[in-house]
């Protein structure tokens, strides 16, 4: 990887965000938080930028059926840790985007944490609308070009604090009905309980992220 790729993306990620505030008002706009990796990284970049009205994005926890405890508690600890409010909204991402913008209609814009990796994410414009049979909105993918070294690079080198399933081996989080810790970051250990390599370890994550989600 060139030297200044990771600087290069930054870079662009921060310009994805100030168009979507030149195009938008803050108060239009909000985080679709999860309490995931990528998430997280997009709300450091906001909260640590000198974007005008940057922080003033809403942001929003859509909670699956079945959380962890420890997403729970992450939450609340990205609360405390960047002085923000998080709404909580429950439900599947399409019935949750239904009621957000049901009970706040000034509501134009999602900001999201797509990968180009993840699913049904390859095609993503950085400016896209919603498809057909959604609730219309403008999606903005600041992060659509990094990696998921890029965002474990970004969380280690600045210090992000980031939930505790990741240390313990779980490396895509969804709910506890299908989430298990990634195989391919088992050790192997005879006679004792198995234990599992933090995700930053992960090699090829790229291909191997999603490998404990059922």
């Not at 814009?109 to 993503?124: T, V």
């Not at 198995?194 to 090699?203: G, K, R, V």
Request: negative net charge; glycine residues 6%.
């Amino acid at each position: 990887m060139p030297p200044n790729t990771s600087n290069l993306i930054h870079h662009f990620s921060l310009q994805i965000i100030a168009q979507a505030l030149d195009r938008f008002r803050a108060d239009e706009i909000f985080i679709s938080f999860n309490g995931g990796k990528d998430c997280t990284v997009l709300l450091d970049l906001i909260h640590s930028s000198n974007l005008k009205d940057a922080k003033r994005i809403k942001c929003i926890y859509v909670r699956p059926q079945n959380p962890f405890t420890e997403i729970e508690e992450f939450v609340e600890q990205c609360r405390q840790h960047y002085g923000i409010t998080i709404a909580t909204v429950d439900g599947g991402i399409k019935a949750a985007l239904e009621l957000i913008c049901r009970d706040d209609p000034v509501i134009k814009a999602c900001i999201m944490g797509s990968r180009r990796s993840d699913p049904y994410c390859e095609r993503l414009a950085p400016f896209q609308e919603t498809d057909a049979g959604w609730t219309p909105l403008m999606r903005i993918n600041p992060l659509l070009e990094w990696t998921c070294e890029d965002i474990w690079s970004y969380i280690r080198e600045h210090n992000v604090p980031y939930c505790a399933l990741y240390d313990r081996g779980y490396t895509s989080i969804g709910d506890r009905t299908n989430t298990i810790p990634n195989p391919h970051l088992r050790v192997e250990m005879d006679g004792e309980e198995e234990t599992y390599l933090p995700a930053y370890a992960l090699q090829h994550a790229d291909k191997y992220e999603r490998a404990g989600r059922l």
